[in-house]
């Protein structure tokens, strides 16, 4: 089975600090992946995804991630955060047969201090 | 208004009730998802659905039913809710085709008492 694993299950960072939120996945067969962000009593929204081509994705709000296949990571950054930042990440794939379905980790608190 | 919509946000239900959560959808999207989210889980699949009239099984499909007789509605069913169902529900779409994102609901918070 599909297996998505966000390492730290919550990550506090200060207000302006760097942040990386950890992704790996295990798949034989090629993956799209997607980061989602989750705010208080609310849906996920999309952050950003990578289908194909570059490894460096950017998405909204100042987030990037990078694809890394012999890894099998795909890692989310901002270089400065913002209060405004602090909600839950999800990190979610659909694999190469079946890519109308989509498998997500346990989730990332990330939780921005002023 | 367009988007993803799920009713009711809030429920409390009791042991053993039947209850439906809705999920409804304007952009005629063929595909459809029901996830739960618990902590600690994240979102998993509890069933999904390709079009009108195809439904399969996701990871923790058991105590649910569910049916798409039209494109646009998804209805989930407990036929007799137990406490382990406790749970934020999630519905979500997508255009399908393979390179489109899920499109979440606001989600339903069920408590089973």
């Known amino acids: 089975a599909q297996s998505v694993t966000q390492l730290d299950s919550q990550v506090p960072v200060f207000e302006e600090a760097p942040v990386e939120l950890r992704c790996n996945y295990s798949?034989?067969?090629?993956?799209?992946l997607f980061w989602y962000v989750q705010y208080p009593n609310q849906g996920l929204q999309l952050l950003l995804k990578?289908?194909?081509?570059?490894?460096l994705v950017k998405g909204i709000n100042g987030f990037e991630a990078e694809f890394n296949k012999s890894q099998t990571s795909f890692h989310l950054r901002k270089p400065s955060v913002h209060i405004s930042d602090t909600a839950e990440y999800f990190c979610?794939?659909?694999?190469?047969?079946?890519?109308?379905?989509?498998?997500f980790g346990s989730g990332t608190k990330l939780n921005v201090k002023p | 208004d367009a988007g993803i919509t799920q009713s009711p946000r809030y429920k409390i239900t009791e042991t053993g009730r039947q209850v439906t959560l809705m999920c409804h959808q304007t952009?005629?999207?063929?595909?459809m998802f029901w996830y739960r989210q618990d902590l600690g889980h994240g979102l998993r699949l509890i069933y999904y659905?390709?079009?009108?009239?195809?439904?399969d099984k996701g990871e923790v499909p058991d105590g649910y039913v569910v049916s798409r007789s039209k494109t646009e509605n998804f209805p989930l069913t407990l036929e007799s809710a137990t406490r382990s169902q406790t749970s934020v529900y999630f519905c979500?779409?997508?255009?399908?085709?393979?390179?489109?994102?899920?499109?979440f609901g606001q989600g339903t918070r069920l408590t089973v008492v």
């Open positions: 979610a794939v659909s694999r190469g047969y079946n890519f109308n379905k989509f498998y």
């Open positions: 979500a779409s997508s255009p399908g085709g393979g390179v489109s994102e899920a499109f």
């Open positions: 798949s034989s067969v090629s993956v799209y």
């Open positions: 952009w005629s999207h063929s595909y």
């Open positions: 990578y289908l194909s081509g570059s490894t």
């Open positions: 659905s390709a079009a009108a009239d195809i439904t």
